[in-house]
């Protein structure tokens, strides 16, 4: 098995575990105190103290340590394109958990999962890298994208909504991931820029934890999954678009790209929430 092939197959995996374990986690949130209003450190304190909400967790952080080693081996922009069609298992998640049928918005966002998926897998390896990481580039990227999550963060002050805090954790979590790609893009050759890429990444990954899990708890918990995972496919898939640098994708591999991270803004409508809230 080829190293390409070996990260595809381990995204797979990372995106099976992580949204296994949003849906754990959806339903240990049930005997948690709410969480609006809370601090970051208040937040964390209530959620360790439920066993099967740290049982989730480690599902995710599990995948997440998966999902490293996949961009160690392959693009980053096409570990995450195979991330976001872990999105089908979320939503079969809840559709099995709570015997509901799937909405139309639903079955739309997983034909354009599985044809954005196809499209992206098939174009790997067709680019050429670019032989310096644009650092300057990639740093206005992040901030951009902090500074979008804040913003919309002000907008719904002083209780921001559950889709708002939905959006906001997966522009940190887009950041994130883009932060461990350039991570592992400039490793060994510059540990202390290394370590500094890292730190940020590390930190937008601890400031969205406290918005998504008040999105899980606070709203219906489809659209709050659907909402952050788009927001964090789109950012994530844009900023390894940036680090790969070298040839731009074809046009279908880009309309394969816009097909997956438009699937969870499709599937989250307000038709969504009555079938699988």
């Not at 209003?37 to 998966?66: K, N």
């Not at 080693?69 to 570990?79: C, D």
Request: include cysteine; hydrophobic fraction near 55%; charge should be positive.
């Amino acid at each position: 098995m080829s190293s390409l092939s070996l990260g595809l197959a381990l995204a797979t995996l990372a995106a099976v575990a992580v949204n296994a374990g949003y849906v754990v986690q959806h339903g240990a949130l049930s005997t948690v105190e709410p969480l609006h209003g809370r601090s970051s450190r208040e937040t964390l304190r209530a959620l360790l103290a439920s066993r099967r909400w740290v049982i989730g967790a480690l599902l995710g952080y599990g995948g997440l340590a998966t999902q490293i080693v996949a961009m160690a081996l392959a693009p980053a922009w096409a570990v995450q394109a195979v991330l976001a069609a872990g999105l089908v298992v979320a939503l079969a998640g809840w559709a099995w958990r709570d015997r509901a049928e799937p909405m139309m918005r639903q079955l739309v966002a997983v034909a354009m999962i599985a044809a954005g998926l196809v499209v992206v897998v098939r174009s790997v390896g067709h680019g050429t890298g670019a032989p310096q990481i644009p650092m300057l580039l990639l740093g206005l990227f992040a901030a951009t994208a902090v500074g979008a999550a804040l913003a919309a963060q002000r907008i719904g002050e002083p209780a921001p909504s559950p889709s708002t805090d939905a959006v906001a954790a997966g522009l940190l979590y887009g950041v994130t991931t883009t932060a461990i790609a350039t991570t592992l893009a400039i490793l060994p050759k510059s540990v202390p820029q290394a370590g500094g890429v890292l730190l940020f990444g590390a930190a937008c990954a601890v400031a969205g934890l406290p918005r998504f899990q008040r999105a899980l708890q606070g709203g219906a918990p489809v659209r709050a999954v659907l909402l952050m995972s788009a927001a964090t496919n789109v950012t994530a898939i844009l900023g390894g678009l940036l680090l790969a640098g070298g040839n731009p994708p074809e046009p279908l591999t880009l309309a394969g790209l816009l097909a997956l991270g438009g699937a969870g803004v499709v599937a989250a409508g307000p038709a969504s929430t009555r079938a699988l809230a």
